[in-house]
């Protein structure tokens, strides 16, 4: 499952806000919260490309959304020294 940066933030229990600035300070994105291109191709964060229709210049506005792989996500909380807890499946709960 892929997470946008808002999602893993939740995930990892910290805010976007303060997740990005973390993230800038590690140098995986630069200063227009971009991935940097030495953390592309890794299988661990992508650039997700995407795309709008707006009206203001009558076209297609394209942007890229950074994204976490499952394993981008316990990669970051290795990063940032947060440790994430798996919880069993639900099937051996019951």
């Not at 210049?57 to 994204?67: D, E, F, K, L, Q």
């Not at 394993?71 to 947060?82: H, N």
Request: proline share 4%; charged share 20%; with cysteine.
């Amino acid at each position: 499952m892929h997470r946008t940066l808002d999602a893993t933030a939740a995930l990892l229990g910290i805010g976007p806000r303060k997740l990005r600035r973390r993230l800038r300070d590690l140098g995986v994105l630069n200063h227009a919260g971009e991935l940097a291109c030495a953390h592309r191709d890794k299988g661990r964060l992508f650039i997700d490309c995407r795309s709008r229709w707006n009206p203001n210049i009558n076209g297609w506005s394209h942007y890229g959304v950074v994204m976490t792989t499952e394993a981008g996500v316990a990669w970051l909380a290795g990063q940032l020294g947060i440790e994430i807890r798996r919880m069993p499946p639900a099937s051996a709960t019951a």
